[in-house]
């Protein structure tokens, strides 16, 4: 990793351990917490990482912005962060402007479209949409009748919001749009489709999976050193030592995944099969480690990790719940399939070993 | 945080690729003349003599050593592009293997120089084989338990005792094994073993075939009865042996021979569901390649590591652990999937039959190399629960 990308990372980080404390967050139930949050987040520019300087932004690379958000799932901070940082970088990718104040992305499933209509505004129903209800803005990616991608900014107080909450209790809502006239809509770029954003946010949220892994694996360590039964730490026991290594492993194949999908995806000159790889394989595999990773974390704290008052289900909720956006495991599995398929069998070997 | 783990996204630089294509074509070449065939794994042949001279020719052994042993001083990234090609071709690296990937660096470290002059070289050149005498009856991971015992005598050591599972002593002209030169102490269990060069065909070894369950002839029971070693095949300290086997392991554990040894079934079920495949198969495949996809990037991130002077020794567990697992799920996960494939596939005996050997191969993945068990002791010890 660059030393600049240490720095962006590390000024994410020390807001997080600042305001972020997940310990604060589960005490506070009236989400005091999330103003101070988001006004320090602003503050450093994180929210616009990927907007270029001339769009409003602090024109971080792909990669610094990568880090922010394994920091950010470090930490399973429910505030938009992800999500600004994701329509701020689609609405740069028409070179429109992205205004302040939380943003997120339309759609957030692969199978949900949004379409043009003849006279501009735009049409459809998009679900599970993280954090729409509090999101001003929404970034869109629409196409038209022939099949050409726009992408546009609309207000969000222009949209209808049916409110819903994920697993981890965040914003998770449906978006109508029905004939709705965006505030700016510009031609999406030669070659950028749907798929190209569902992977965007498919690598943003494996990233987050893969952080809140590394978290529960760090707790569940230190809970084991601490909590005694039949007169040992339970670390002692060779079948809890077990599952935690098998808990490290999981968190490691989610890490290894998820910041090697970041990398192809900052230093892709072209979105090919193997950057498509790439990604695919990140959301599939943080997935899977999420459920089995996420089990093992519970199983080691017992009754109180299953409790309201701890802080587990901060992390494992969420990674469960990150899950589903911008395309499930099952549905990346689908495509991927495919794709093996349609180059034959003789060019999977080189597809994996090509970097 | 506890366990700061860390797999960096090495991407392999681009002197690596083109050896890939040559590594590539040398193997085409081979499968064209009817060397070996890629998709039968389950052959009898194992040990192909001439294909290891062959390698050796190529420079394609002892890779990494130092040019005055007749290495070639690469990169372990570009000996980790090799191994990978040979796996994924299923070629005849039996012979080779071992002396190439740990009794040659054990040689380099601890034996005297004229026995490195005399032997590293011709394991560059693919001419000679060895085994590794560790496990024991009755002792196998637990190589403390180890009994065969080496008694000083004039100029070097009587051997006695048994060596058990040992693969390729059959065919190997040396073996390195560990045996006893004093008792363990009450506070170190790991005291009194000591490392040992074994020339084979000498008086006093005695080497017994243990056939497997997949209908091959890998393993031995190797008997020694006052076999004599000279004091210079003494490898390193005296009753010190346990530190020095432990020390290479990361080089053992985290390669892609780790996780290739099934990969073949992949290859095959792809090949038999077509390019337009149903859901159920094609979601199937999606998941079991963007596992090996997965593993092959923390694979290869370990050898980024040791290329780079680090110890990354939980890491390296961590490939092992779930590499080995996925190997052994792999033939189970596409015998699953092979139950939708067409019966007019032309493959589909082929699959069939190599399923059969995969799983039949499965049940050893996870025993070889150190147990899961031992494993996830390692694992448990570097995330600071031991």
């Given amino acids: 990793m660059a030393e600049s990308e240490n720095i962006v990372a590390e000024t994410a980080e020390k807001i997080f351990a600042d305001l972020a404390d997940a310990q604060t967050i589960n005490r506070d139930q009236k989400g005091e917490w999330k103003a101070p949050l988001w006004q320090a987040l602003s503050d450093a520019g994180l929210p616009l990482s990927w907007v270029p300087e001339n769009c409003g932004g602090s024109g971080a690379s792909l990669a610094e912005g990568f880090s922010v958000l394994s920091a950010a799932g470090r930490f399973a901070v429910a505030v938009p962060l992800a999500e600004t940082m994701l329509a701020g970088w689609l609405l740069a990718q028409a070179k429109i402007t992205s205004p302040g104040g939380e943003m997120t992305v339309v759609p957030a499933s692969p199978k949900d479209r949004i379409t043009v209509n003849a006279d501009g505004s735009l049409s459809g129903r998009a679900r599970g949409v993280p954090f729409a209800k509090v999101a001003k803005h929404f970034a869109v990616l629409a196409s038209n009748a022939k099949g050409d991608f726009a992408v546009a900014l609309v207000d969000g107080g222009k949209c209808r919001i049916e409110t819903g909450l994920n697993l981890g209790g965040d914003p998770s809502d449906v978006v109508t749009l029905d004939k709705v006239q965006p505030v700016t809509i510009k031609p999406a770029p030669t070659g950028f489709d749907q798929a190209r954003l569902m992977l965007m946010g498919g690598v943003a949220r494996s990233l987050q999976i893969a952080g809140a892994l590394e978290s529960m694996l760090d707790i569940s360590v230190r809970y084991s050193n601490e909590r005694v039964a039949f007169e040992k730490k339970i670390s002692k026991f060779q079948a809890v030592q077990h599952n935690l290594a098998r808990l490290a492993g999981e968190s490691a194949a989610a890490l290894a995944a998820a910041t090697s999908a970041a990398d192809a995806i900052a230093n892709a000159t072209s979105f090919n099969d193997e950057v498509f790889l790439e990604a695919v394989a990140a959301k599939i595999r943080c997935a899977e480690a999420a459920e089995k990773g996420g089990g093992i974390a519970h199983q080691v704290h017992g009754a109180i990790g299953f409790t309201i008052e701890h802080i587990l289900h901060r992390y494992s909720l969420r990674a469960l719940a990150w899950r589903d956006d911008f395309g499930s495991e099952s549905f990346w599995a689908v495509e991927l399939g495919k794709l093996v398929a349609r180059r034959g069998a003789d060019e999977l070997w080189p597809l994996v070993a090509s970097r | ?386």
Avoid at chain 2, 163 to 180: G, L
Avoid at chain 2, 198 to 222: L, R
Avoid at chain 2, 286 to 314: D, F, I, N, W, Y
Avoid at chain 2, 345 to 367: C, G, M, V
């Fill in chain 2, 1 to 386: 945080m506890t366990a700061a783990l860390r797999f960096d996204p090495i991407r392999l630089p681009s002197e690596c690729e083109q050896l890939r294509k040559e590594v590539r074509a040398f193997l085409a070449e081979e499968i064209a003349a009817g060397t070996f065939d890629p998709h039968k794994p389950n052959r009898e042949d194992t040990d192909v003599p001439e294909f290891s001279r062959k390698v050796g020719a190529r420079g394609w052994l002892g890779m990494t050593w130092p040019k005055k042993y007749g290495g070639h001083e690469r990169s372990f990234l570009e000996r980790y592009v090799v191994t990978e090609e040979m796996r994924v071709a299923n070629a005849p690296t039996r012979r080779f293997f071992v002396a190439d990937r740990q009794s040659g660096p054990v040689l380099l470290k601890y034996a005297p120089e004229h026995i490195k002059m005399e032997i590293l070289p011709r394991i560059c050149r693919g001419e000679i084989c060895f085994a590794i005498g560790m496990s024991e009856p009755n002792s196998g991971s637990d190589l403390f338990a180890a009994k065969t015992r080496a008694t000083k005598t004039d100029g070097g050591y009587l051997i006695n005792g048994t060596k058990i599972w040992t693969s390729s002593a059959h065919i190997a002209d040396y073996m390195i094994a560990i045996f006893r030169t004093s008792p363990p102490t009450k506070e170190n269990r790991r005291h009194g073993l000591t490392q040992f060069l074994v020339k084979m065909k000498q008086p006093g070894i005695q080497v017994n075939p243990i056939g497997q369950i997949t209908g091959q002839y890998e393993f031995n029971e190797v008997v020694f009865t006052d076999h004599f070693i000279p004091d210079d095949h003494v490898l390193g300290e005296i009753d010190g042996a346990w530190k020095q086997a432990t020390s290479e392991l990361a080089y053992e554990r985290s390669g892609p021979e780790r996780f290739l040894e099934t990969y073949y079934v992949l290859t095959e079920l792809v090949r038999a569901v077509g390019n337009n495949p149903d859901t159920r198969s094609a979601e199937g495949i999606g998941r079991l390649v963007a596992q090996v996809h997965t593993m092959r990037r923390m694979s290869v991130s370990v050898a980024g590591m040791l290329q780079a002077g680090k110890e990354p020794v939980v890491e390296a567990s961590i490939v092992k652990d779930i590499g080995t697992i996925w190997e052994q799920q792999l033939p189970h996960r596409v015998r699953e999937l092979a139950a939708f494939v067409e019966e007019t596939a032309t493959n589909r005996e082929t699959l069939e039959k190599q399923l059969d050997f995969a799983i039949k191969t499965a049940p050893k993945l996870t025993i070889q190399g150190g147990t899961t068990e031992v494993l996830r002791g390692i694992i448990a010890r570097g995330l600071g629960l031991r």
